[in-house]
């Protein structure tokens, strides 16, 4: 039983929190994306984290954007095994925090630019009822000890934990010509796990009533069974009350890295532009800063894998008329390179790189407003043995909508709203027995960008 429960609290945080991205990375980056998400070939200032090389594109001057995003997420797994006292289980993922900061100043060819957001996790999950792998373990107890009279379980289990991966971008862009730009960054990434949690009170109902297993065994089965088998009992009773003891964690994981970000914009006229973008590999190894360890499983200073996969994006626009614009974007993650830390090598957990797509409408009512609308679609490559109740991967259908206002010459802002359906699936956790897992999401944000 404390294995399941370290195994929670360790992993069940540390992927992704947020709707749109790979298994490791956040993509939803500004108030601008969540009410369009195609924005890997943007001129705005948002570019600094979507397209850095089309930068070059803004008037000359100073740029500051700043941007926060509400998010909420429902994860719920079903486990139809007969013994559990309940067989749906919901988490709550809430990000009430969600922020995404630009700076650029433009002069002449150049366009010197700084990012700060959150590009892995952010937020924070309770899991007031545990979860299938913990309660499928103590509900074992049921069936082992039935013939002594044994008929339920029940125990107290509680986890609270946020995760946070922030990146801090600085980057330059040049304008080689009128068609072509270039970009190069550097991103200082710092990741922040931390978690707290308790397994205590495991109970069995017996005859006598609620009590520890062990102690029923040995206060009370023990006295009424022939000398030959009560020592084995005996034994029974202490193996079982190492395995249901009380346990509590308190711990933080935390480790940086820097990686270089690449760009490249190519705008043949002024009507149609590209931007294309490469991340590097984020190798990241996170330390154990543990303050209680009931379980003997979390040891101060232990390092672990904890990777975000280098990822290339892709994207176009087009301006249809003056007061339309169309755009379209691919995220590709080379997930199979990457070591998230899990048991099983990637050979055998991910079949296929996660793929992102996103199209996207912007139509002009007047000079200063604009209303958007955008459909994104996430392709996990994940097989069935990558998933587990703690952490698993699921493509999804996201769909934004949202406006752009120039309140003056300085000043405009963003209002978008999404809202992300994920694709069912499962797994078989034991003969005839699956185990489902789904999501559903959505995010309100809002940005404010000035222009001096």
Partial sequence: MKKYFILFVSLGITASMAYAGGIMTNTNQSASYVRMPARS????????????????????????????????????????????????????????????????????????????????????????????????????????????????????????????FFGSQLGVSYEINDVVSVSGAARYVTASNSYEGYLRNIEVSTPAGWMRPGTYLRDYVAPTQP???????????????????????????????????????IKPNERLNFGIKYEFLTRLELENET????????????????????????????????????????????????DYGRELPNRDIIDNNFVELALGLEYSLTESFLISAGYLRTQTGV???????????LSTNSFGLGGHYIINEMVAVNLGFMRTFYLEDSKEVFPTIREIYNRDAMVFAIGLDFRF
Wanted: proline share 5%; net charge negative; hydrophobic share 35%.
């Fill in 383 to 393: 097989n069935e043995d990558y998933h587990n109740d703690l952490s698993h991967s």
């Fill in 227 to 265: 000398e030959e088998v009560r020592s084995e009992t005996l034994a029974t009773a202490d193996a079982i009350d190492n395995i249901t003891a009380d346990a509590e964690v308190e711990a933080v994981q935390k480790g940086s890295t820097i990686i270089p970000v690449f760009g490249l914009s």
């Fill in 41 to 164: 070939a943007s001129l705005g200032i948002d570019a600094v984290y979507y397209n850095p090389a089309g930068l070059t594109g803004l008037s000359d001057g100073f740029h500051l954007s700043l941007n926060n995003q509400v998010i909420s997420q429902i994860r719920k797994i079903d486990n139809q095994l007969p013994l559990l006292n309940r067989n749906e289980f919901q988490g709550e993922v809430s990000a009430p925090l969600f922020p995404g900061i630009y700076a650029a100043y433009k002069t002449g060819n150049l366009t010197f630019s700084f990012g700060f957001n959150p590009v892995g996790g952010g937020g924070g999950a309770e899991y007031e009822d545990g979860l299938p792998s913990f309660a499928t373990s103590v509900a074992g107890l049921v069936p082992l000890l039935e013939p002594t009279g044994v008929s339920g379980y029940r125990n107290e289990v509680y986890f609270e934990g946020s995760s946070i």
């Fill in 291 to 338: 303050t209680i360890d009931g379980t003997g499983m979390f040891p101060d200073g232990q390092k672990t894998r904890s990777d975000m996969p280098a990822m290339l994006s892709f994207g176009a626009a087009y301006k249809v008329t003056p007061r339309v614009n169309i755009a379209g974007g691919m995220h590709y993650y080379f997930d199979k390179t990457a």
